[in-house]
């Protein structure tokens, strides 16, 4: 390739999709040769504080799936892919030499491990424009009617203040590139197991067993929207356990970005005028703007959602017991509805909204632990984790979010109310019984 001929490179992290992909659209629009580049940052994969890694073999094969799937979506562009295990810090310096590189597009992120990771990118870089897009909301930040660190701390409020006033944006196209525009690409997709894992089957009770991967994130919407029309008793069945019919399941696509909220949201549209509209379409959409609401209140509220007052900065008695924490990790505590989510968790990789409700309640209000241990293992194992809706979630439960009411869930009851009979624990408990 011409030395003199300047490329847009795609930084892909967490919007590893083509479909309403801004950030791709926008690069796409400055005329200039365009190539991507994804690395498998090996700091994703590192022990924690807590003793956790990072990310375990759930989100490590989902993310893998999700890149092989990209690569060949880009490939239908004419756009290369370049995928590296290394560190962005180490790789893309480098490309912006060997590539001549003007611009890096890139989706706007703003928690401290992402911009660090940024700031040691920038660090090595001279004559370079990063270009930062919002590229993950239903509600974009340019068009919600109050100012970031005015985001209201109770979600009704926040709710209210959008949903019948703020337009959601169309989806965004990409065109074609011409075939110039591909160059030579030897890099290649590591492996399970160059990432450290080894292979695994998926557990044959999951009620997450799809693969990663826009593809299969546009095939689960048709089938859960316009096949089944399973959306339309979506609100009756959130609350299930067993079977990956109860939810819509969109969280892990959503979370890496191979679906975007805009998609979801203008497909409900589309099934609520050629086939019905009720509570449970709405209730997706919902969904959705409880996912936008924890992603604003992360951007108010910076890195206060990783600290042990949390956002209301409250003074609770926390404890790290380590023989309490391995308890609630196995499975071993007094409560079997606690103990069978948190075997579905490490046998899966996935558990259910209820399920997170309860066992993260009975580890921060119950057991008094100190609830960052327990949002770093969920972060460690779930297919689906988005440090937003996870941080939120944690703090909301333990009484330092954004809940004015700081309650306890009571498990027993809980179990007796969504798992009657009993069925879900002793899929968990013995699971030999089925």
């Known amino acids: 390739m011409q030395k003199t001929e300047t490329t847009n490179l795609v930084w892909f992290r967490n919007d590893l999709r083509v479909q309403d992909n801004v950030v791709l659209n926008k690069t796409c629009k400055n005329g200039s040769r365009v190539i991507g580049v994804y690395c ?25 799936e999700t890149i092989i799937d990209l690569k060949e979506n880009l490939d239908k562009l004419n756009i290369d892919l370049l995928i590296y295990n290394a560190s962005p810090e180490d790789i893309i310096p480098n490309l912006v030499e060997d590539f001549n590189v003007g611009n890096i597009y890139l989706q706007k992120e ?37 100012e970031v660190s005015n985001t209201p701390q109770v979600f009704t409020v926040f709710r209210k203040k959008l949903e019948k006033y703020i337009a959601i944006r169309e989806e965004v196209k990409i065109e074609k590139l011409p075939s110039s525009n591909r160059i030579e690409n030897n890099t290649s997709i590591p492996s399970l197991s160059d990432l450290g894992f080894q292979d695994f089957k998926t557990n044959a009770h999951s009620a997450f067993p799809f ?58 549209k589309q099934f609520e005028k050629e086939l019905f509209k009720n509570q449970s379409t709405y209730w997706l959409i919902f969904e959705l703007i409880w996912r936008d609401y924890f992603k604003y209140i992360s951007m108010k509220h910076g890195n206060q959602i990783f600290r042990l007052e949390g956002i209301l900065k409250k003074d609770y008695e926390w404890s790290s017991h380590q023989k309490l924490i ?11 509805f606690v103990n069978a989510n948190m075997i579905e968790l490490k046998e899966t990789g996935w558990m259910s909204n ?13 057991l008094e632990l100190d609830w960052r241990i327990g949002a770093a293992y969920f ?20 009484g330092v979010g954004n809940d004015p009411r700081d309650r306890k869930f009571n498990v027993q009851l ?8 009993g069925k879900f624990r002793k899929l968990w408990l013995q699971p030999s019984l089925f």
């Open 40 to 64: 498998f940052d090996p700091k994703h994969c590192a022990i924690d504080k807590f003793g956790f890694k990072k990310t375990e073999k759930y989100r490590a094969r989902f993310l893998l």
């Open 110 to 146: 703003w928690t401290q491990e992402e911009i660090e990771t940024e700031n040691a990118v920038k660090s090595k870089l001279q004559n370079v424009n990063f270009k930062s897009i919002y590229n993950q909301f239903l509600y974009h930040p340019d068009d919600i009617n109050f």
């Open 211 to 268: 693969k990663g991967g826009e593809t299969e994130a546009l095939r689960r919407l048709k089938d859960y929207f316009f096949t089944t029309k399973k959306l339309g008793f979506y609100k009756k069945t959130r609350n299930g356990l067993i079977g990956v019919d109860y939810s819509s399941k969109f969280s892990p696509w959503l979370a890496n970005g191979s679906i975007s909220a805009t998609t979801i949201y203008w497909n409900v």
């Open 326 to 336: 391995q308890k609630w990790i196995n499975g071993e505590t007094s409560s079997d």
């Open 354 to 366: 209820r399920g997170r409700q309860n066992v993260a309640s009975y580890f921060a209000k119950e």
């Open 379 to 398: 972060e460690s194992l779930l297919i689906d984790y988005d440090v937003h809706s996870n941080y939120g979630n944690w703090m909301y439960v333990a």
């Open 414 to 421: 809980q179990a007796e109310r969504y798992d009657t009979n």
